[in-house]
Each structure stands twice: as structure tokens, then as C-alpha cells.
């Protein structure tokens, strides 16, 4: 049986990967976090507890605690074994957070990512080390530009620094230890139980109790900014995918002057603007939209009014988001609604 080591296993990505590979494969899992404020172990169980088989879920799932900004210890490895496939999601990933402290972001998304990759390198049976990285390592996209997976990057701020400082090294490990590393490039995701810090949950919020929505948007307050928003079990679907490709036939897909280390950019189905979301958001609940824009880029830079990517890579290869993306807002409403305690 194929054994899958999840880092960040309790985090918002990785508990809708895992819920996923549950159901979709016969795979032994794995996951390993450090439960920080956006880790909670609830999401597992949860899963775990609206599974159809729950013992046997319970037995193919295993929880270890570890922080990977120490190095991976010979107590720790003992415990998580080999692995055929690694998939590193283990992160910091709130922006704001990282304007505050960025040092703590060099961390978790440096330091954390060459512990794991150092750990993994000398593995015989490992097929595939998936870097899970960002579409915010391009930086802002000018309106009509989607960027492509070798497209040069420009931080804005420190969280995507630091995931492009991860995603470096994930790259040169391949580079320098032959690994089977791919780098995915994932727009912004979003679904049940995602953290309430986050703009579509707290916008069902605030929606739910009548309350004025913020939206950001440009100096002159005319326009919102835009998200190719994507539902975590599409990425979930689109990482399954990738990992039951060979390693040999990804390469040749995306060799870009000389460059070795297959990127793809998983991308959600259409552009939308966060008026637009957050109007869809009051639609499913039969509510009016209280909104008000707020020109929040100029006054803390860092933040970005659209990010986009193309993702026809991934269409090249047979890959797309499944489900219309209403229909995938409208069922995040209800569930959230019908589970206020994520909310
Ligand atoms: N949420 C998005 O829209 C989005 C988009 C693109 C890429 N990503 C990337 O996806 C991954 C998961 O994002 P998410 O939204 O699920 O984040 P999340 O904050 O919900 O989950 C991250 C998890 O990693 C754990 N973690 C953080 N630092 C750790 C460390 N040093 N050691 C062990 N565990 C640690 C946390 O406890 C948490 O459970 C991140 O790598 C993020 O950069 C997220």
C-alpha cells in the first residue's frame, strides 16, 4: 500500500486533501503539523466522523505533531517512516500576519521547507515531493496578464517572499539530489472550515447578521479586486492528479530553457471580482448586500488588487476544475451556515 506524508494535515488545504485521499484512494496517510492558530485537529475528526467507514478512516489516517522549523529528529523519523509520496502544505500563510512578523514567516516557509526536503531526500521509494506554493510569488497581475508557471516573480509582501524562497529550494534539491520534485502554483482556495480570519467566511458572517461587508478596492473606490477563487476539493482533485502522473512524462511537459523542476499552475474556473463574491455569498442566503469598497491597497502596501494565473498547462494535460463555481459558493454558504461553530 502507498503511504502519503501531508504536512499541514490539520491546516484549511491540507484536512480537504487528506478528507480527499481518503475516499479516493486505498493510501496510507499521514499528517504532520504543529497545530498552530490556524491548525486544528477538529478538521480531522470531523472527517474522520463523516466518513462512510470511520474505523477504517481512523486506521488509514495518522496524526504526528512535529514543527518543522526544527529539524526532523531520529524519534520523529522513527515514527513517520518512508513515504512514496510527500505533499508539503505545512505553512504560515495569513499576509497580514506576515507584514507584522516576517521573521517568523522565513521560518515556517524556509527553514521548515529544507528540513523536510533534507528529511526526505534519501528516501529509495519516494515517486513525488510536492512543493505546494502560491500564485502570489508573481505578484499583482496588470488586467489581461495571467501568469504562466516559469513567468518571473515579484514579492509584495513577505508571505510570498518566503513561499518563493521555499519553492527555491524545493527546485534545487531537484536540481542537486536528483528528487522528484513538482511545484504547484495554486490560486486562492477556499471551502468548509477554512479559517474565519479569511475573506469568504467572514463575509458569510457578516452577511448572516446584517453586517456592513469591506471590500477592497482600487484608490478611486470604482472597482474590486479579483481572485481566480477555487474550491479545495478541486485542488485536492487537481493534486491527485498530478501525483498519479510519472515523474518522466511531467518533466517533458514543462521544460523551460534548460529548467528541470515541473511547476503547474492550479487554477479555478473563471475571474471573479470580491463584489461579485460577496453578492453570490448574500444570494444564497436570501440576503441584501451591506457593503461598503475600501481603498485598503494604497494605505497598506503588501496587498494585492488581483492576482492571476493561466492554467492551461493543467488543460493540457486533461485537468480542470469539475463543479460550476456558484454552484461551489452556494454550498459553502449552506454548509457554513448549517455549521456556525467554523464560522
Ligand atoms: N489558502 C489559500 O488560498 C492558498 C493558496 C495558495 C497556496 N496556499 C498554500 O497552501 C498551504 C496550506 O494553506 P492553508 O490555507 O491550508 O493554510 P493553513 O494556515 O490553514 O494551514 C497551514 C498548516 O500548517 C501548519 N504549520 C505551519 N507552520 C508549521 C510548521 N513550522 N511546522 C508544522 N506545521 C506547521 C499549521 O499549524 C496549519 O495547520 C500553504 O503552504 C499555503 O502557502 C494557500
Redesign the pocket.
Known sequence: MKRILV?????????HFINYLLTRTDWHITS?????????LNRLTNIIDESNNRDKAKKRLKIVF????AEINEYIANDLGDFNYII???????VDRSIEDPMSFV???VV?TCNILNYARNFKKLEKFVY?????VFGPAPISINYKERDRYNSTNP?SAT?AGGEELAVAFQNTYNMPVIVT??????GER??PE?FIPMTIKNVRDNKLVSIHSNAKKTKAGSRHYIHAEDVANACLFLLKQEYASLKNEVDFGGAKCPKFNIVGPIELDNHELAQEIAKAQNKKLNYEFVDFHSARPGHDLRYALDGSLMKKLGWEPKKNIFERIKDVVNWSIKNENWI
Not at 7 to 15: D, E, L, Q, R, Y
Not at 88 to 94: F, N, P, V
Open positions: 504536512t499541514g494535515g490539520a491546516g484549511f488545504i491540507g484536512h504532520l503539523d504543529r497545530l498552530d492558530f490556524s491548525g486544528n512535529h514543527d518543522l522549523r508539503h502544505m505545512a505553512a504560515s500563510s495569513h521560518l515556517d516557509n521548515a505546494f506554493s502560491t500564485d502570489e508571505y513561499k502554483h495554486t490560486m486562492n482556495v477556499f477554512q479559517h479569511k
